[in-house]
């Protein structure tokens, strides 16, 4: 991985904890991925005119891609109803990782080196060590099914992704028709699951949503972009260096307290991220 690719992944990964903190202290954080997902749609829409029509191999992987980040969102959304972004996020990311070394070693032929794959462990050790409060700290236990759904859809969109974006050769006009895509099929689930409830309200959802929507296009356009260029694996693992970046948040912004285990895990965090540039 080049040093380019290497602080370009570091970026998207401030960026990506940013829109996860905005969706969290939305005033309703439905309406606000609702309205995230829309604009999302629409940059994906302006950006995919300026771009050729993908060709009929690379449809089945946007078809998949739509439906798994919306499978995504769905499961986070639902998380931050019932924890903190000092618990969900680290626990909703932290498992993605390892899944997504292990398929891309044994199924996709990714090669990662020794230091690389270690590094990678010792991401996802920091941030589920980061998340254990939710068993230890008596919070509520309701988002634990949605966090590992959301863990599992993370592992299955970086691979899908990855991949389609290569077939594609072409990563703008993959994310662009990607989010798209992902935006009318969450639009369609969130309302068949919520009704009219979900429907945003308000100018400071929109904002929000807006808000949020450029950071986690930004983001995940430069992750993919990243995919084509590096292995699968180590981009997924250096992108949860934004669990780094959430606590911080955390501490400055919403003064979630730092314990020392907290500071043990981002500790963790840093050594993983050393260790993939080893």
């Not at 969130?190 to 409830?197: I, N, S």
């Amino acid at each position: 991985m080049s040093l380019t690719v290497f602080f370009s992944v570091l970026a998207a990964a401030l960026l990506h904890a940013t829109w996860n903190a905005l969706v969290r202290v939305g005033a309703s954080r439905v309406g606000t991925m609702m309205v995230l997902s829309g604009v999302q749609g629409l940059i994906g829409l302006a950006v995919a005119a300026t771009q050729p029509v993908p060709a009929m191999a690379v449809w089945p992987w946007l078809l998949a891609s739509g439906a798994i980040h919306s499978a995504y969102k769905i499961f986070l959304t639902f998380a931050y109803e019932h924890g903190d972004l000092s618990r969900v996020y680290p626990l909703a990311r932290g498992t993605a990782p390892m899944i997504t070394l292990l398929v891309g070693a044994l199924w996709l032929g990714d090669v990662v080196a020794a230091t690389e794959a270690a590094g990678i462990l010792v991401l996802g050790i920091g941030i589920l060590l980061l998340a254990r409060g939710v068993w230890t700290s008596g919070e509520s236990r309701r988002m634990l099914p949605f966090a590992f759904g959301s863990a599992c859809a993370t592992a299955g969109y970086t691979l899908v992704d990855g991949l389609g974006a290569r077939i594609a050769g072409n990563a703008t006009l993959f994310v662009g028709w990607l989010f798209v895509i992902d935006g009318l099929i969450f639009a369609a689930a969130v309302l068949a699951l919520r009704g009219r409830a979900a429907l945003p309200k308000g100018g400071r959802v929109w904002m929000t949503g807006s808000l949020a929507a450029a950071a986690s296009y930004g983001s995940y356009a430069v992750a993919v972009w990243a995919m084509t260029l590096a292995p699968i694996a180590l981009v997924a693992a250096l992108r949860e260096t934004s669990i780094l970046f959430a606590v911080l948040i955390g501490w400055f912004l919403f003064r979630e307290p730092m314990t020392p285990a907290k500071a043990v895990s981002v500790g963790l965090i840093a050594a993983g991220v050393i260790l993939t540039r080893i």
